[in-house]
């Protein structure tokens, strides 16, 4: 139920733990993202909320130490200021924490990439026979998805009217089940054969936690809690399941709808509270900036998955857009995207309210929470301020930071 797709994202041509002492890259402590710093970073990241969004945080991670920084605020009502530990709905980055457990129960011989869907839920998708966890894993399956395209499990998002009344009848708290967006799915023509082509559909991320829980006889969570979680002492990282609140200091996240003809008859709807079962294995993860960055150095620095698995899981295949090569492509729940200074890899995550970067170059991670809000253009804007971030983070250069401007169009937005 992203506001903004992957496709959609793609913007013109595309060249594509608690908070502690923190220092800067230079050893000092680090600036935040508030007006009166200089620190280049924290001026692309005021670029967010320059253009319109409610919040940001960032969190930058390197031999050298940790960078955080704050703009804007993390209540419209009340004006309160963002904390840099807060928690928030990172939505598709969960897909890489399904995606290490998949492939750990390969490593461990209890699945194979190339079992067909059949093997593990027999009879619960047409053609289960030839779609493989491996095609699952990559968006090759051809599956619809229900949760993102018009007449599946959602009002249409394009109309205001439905939207505006289905969230003043509670419709975002309203629980969905796994097997509901399954079915919803199933019920429409797949978009390709299997294995022919790339769609990204959050259904493929649903089965596999289906296919977790089958293969374990526990679900999701309880996997993925002890599997990585726990043992990287992610503490500030959950599931909710059926909550509809998030734990903790947080951020409100924001969905602006029109109220009248005019460009300021608007409002910005608190949607913070929310059930993400719609979202379930493919989206619902609550996380923080810095279990983030921990959780993607363990995986790309091989403390999770041996070399192999890993190196199938980062072989990524460039994705098109509208027939264009973009700099993104994508592996096996792990994305890859070609900055101007060399490769990053990581995956994005938005849902109603919340959008979250996640990358890293091998020896530096950066996380990105962003409270967006506004009109379409005012999207486009944050999306595209977005990457000058991470442009910045990582090559030193980017919108909003005194360098040469991030290429128009290089948003690397998944689901």
Known sequence: MARRTFVSAL??????????????????????????????????LRALTDAGAAGAIA????????????????????????????????????????????LQLVGEGRIGLD??????????????????????????????DSTNEKGGVFPDWTDSAAIRNWLDQGGLTRHITPAQVVSSSVAHAPNFPPGTGFGYSNVNYTLLGMIIEKVTGHGYAQEVTARILRPLGLTGTYFPGTATGIRGPHAHGYWTLPEGPGPEDRSDRDVTVASLTWANSAGELISTLGDLNRFDKALLGGRLLPPALLKEMAATVPIEAGGVPTALGYGLGLAGWQLS??????????????????????????????????????????????????????????????GAPAPAGVVPKLG
């Open 341 to 402: 200074c060399g490769p990053v890899y990581g995956h994005n995550g938005s849902v109603p309210g919340y959008s979250t970067q996640l990358w890293s170059s091998g020896d530096r991670q950066v996380s990105l929470s962003v409270t967006p809000r506004g009109d379409e253009a005012q999207f486009t804007a944050q999306m595209q301020a977005e990457a000058g971030f991470l442009e910045q983070a990582f090559c030193g250069s980017g919108q909003g930071a005194g």
């Open 115 to 144: 079992d067909p869907v059949a093997r593990h839920l027999p009879g619960l998708v047409p053609n289960g026979d030839r779609i493989t966890v491996r095609q699952l894993l990559n968006h090759s399956s051809g599956l619809w």
């Open 11 to 44: 913007v013109g041509a595309v060249c594509l733990a608690l908070a502690g002492p923190v220092v800067s890259a230079g050893a000092a402590e680090a600036a935040d993202g508030r007006p009166g710093t200089d620190d280049p970073r924290a001026a692309a």
């Open 59 to 102: 969190e930058v991670r390197d031999g050298k130490g940790v960078w955080r920084g704050a703009s804007g605020v993390s209540d419209l009502a009340t004006g309160a200021p963002l904390r840099t530990d807060g928690r928030f709905r990172v939505g598709s980055v969960t897909k890489v924490f399904i995606a290490t457990t998949v």
